[in-house]
C-alpha cells in the first residue's frame, strides 16, 4: 500500500514538474514573442518630377516624357533587419498602366533608412498628357510591391507580402505638389503582415491540454 502511495506520488510529482517546465516554457515564448516581432516597413514617396508637364519648360524639353521620383523605405525595427526581394513600382492614372520600375533586391538594418531614386519611361507617352487634369495638375498613381524577411538575432522569417500605394498630384511645374512625403499605405488587395507565434507556444498549450 505504501509502495502505491509513494508510486502515485513520484507520478503527480513528475506531472508538476513538467506542467511547470511547459508553462514556465509558454511564458518565455510569449515574452519573446512579443518582444521581437517585428513591424513592417514604412514606405512613402519623396521625390516625383515629370519635365513633361512642367509648363516653364520649352516646347522642346516638354518631349522629355520621364517619370523622375524617389521613394524612401525605413525600417522601423530596433532589433531586426529587414531583406527586401525585388521591389516593383507600378505607375497607373485612371486605371490605366504608365509605367513600371524594379528596385534591385537590398538588405536594411536595424532603425535603417533607404532612399531609392529611379527613372523610368512611360509604356506610351499620350498617358503622361492623359493624366492632367482640368485645373492643370496632374495625378498618378504610385504602387510598391514586394516581399520581406525579417533578421531577428541569428534566423530569418518566412517571407510576408507587402503592397502599398499613393496617388500622386502634380503641379504645374511638373513636381509633386505636396511639399512632405506622400506615406504609401496598404493596398485592399494587400497580404497582411502576420504576426509569427512561436510554434513552442501553440505546442506546450497542446500538451497541457492533452495532459489535464
Given amino acids: ?13 513528475c506531472c508538476s514538474c513538467c506542467l511547470s517546465f511547459i508553462f514556465t516554457a509558454g511564458l518565455t515564448s510569449l515574452f519573446l514573442w512579443l518582444s521581437l ?8 514617396i519623396e521625390y516625383f518630377y515629370v519635365p513633361a508637364l512642367n509648363k516653364s519648360l520649352d516646347a522642346h524639353s516638354r518631349l522629355n516624357t520621364t517619370l523622375n521620383f524617389m521613394v524612401r523605405l525605413a525600417n522601423p525595427n530596433r532589433d531586426q533587419g529587414i531583406y527586401y526581394d525585388d521591389v516593383h513600382l507600378s505607375f497607373s492614372n485612371t486605371n490605366s498602366s504608365v509605367a513600371n520600375y524594379t528596385v534591385p533586391r537590398f538588405y536594411q538594418g536595424h532603425k535603417k ?11 506610351n507617352n499620350q498617358t503622361v498628357s492623359r493624366a ?18 525579417f533578421k531577428i538575432l541569428f534566423w530569418k522569417t518566412k517571407r510576408y507580402g507587402i503592397e502599398v ?17 506622400l506615406k504609401m499605405k496598404k493596398s485592399d488587395s494587400s497580404i497582411r503582415l ?15 491540454f492533452v495532459i489535464r
Fill in 132 to 149: 492632367v487634369l482640368t485645373n492643370g495638375s496632374a495625378v498618378f498613381r504610385m504602387d510598391l510591391k514586394t516581399r520581406v524577411r
Fill in 1 to 13: 500500500m505504501d509502495l502505491d502511495q509513494d508510486t502515485d506520488n513520484g507520478g503527480r510529482s
Fill in 194 to 208: 502576420r504576426s509569427y507565434f512561436p510554434i513552442c507556444v501553440l505546442m506546450n498549450l497542446l500538451v497541457l
Fill in 165 to 181: 500605394g499613393a496617388d500622386v498630384e502634380v503641379n504645374g511645374d511638373g513636381v509633386k505638389a505636396h511639399k512632405k512625403g
Fill in 113 to 123: 533608412k533607404a532612399k531609392k531614386w529611379g527613372q523610368t519611361l512611360p509604356v
Fill in 37 to 44: 516581432r517585428p513591424d513592417k516597413p514604412k514606405c512613402s
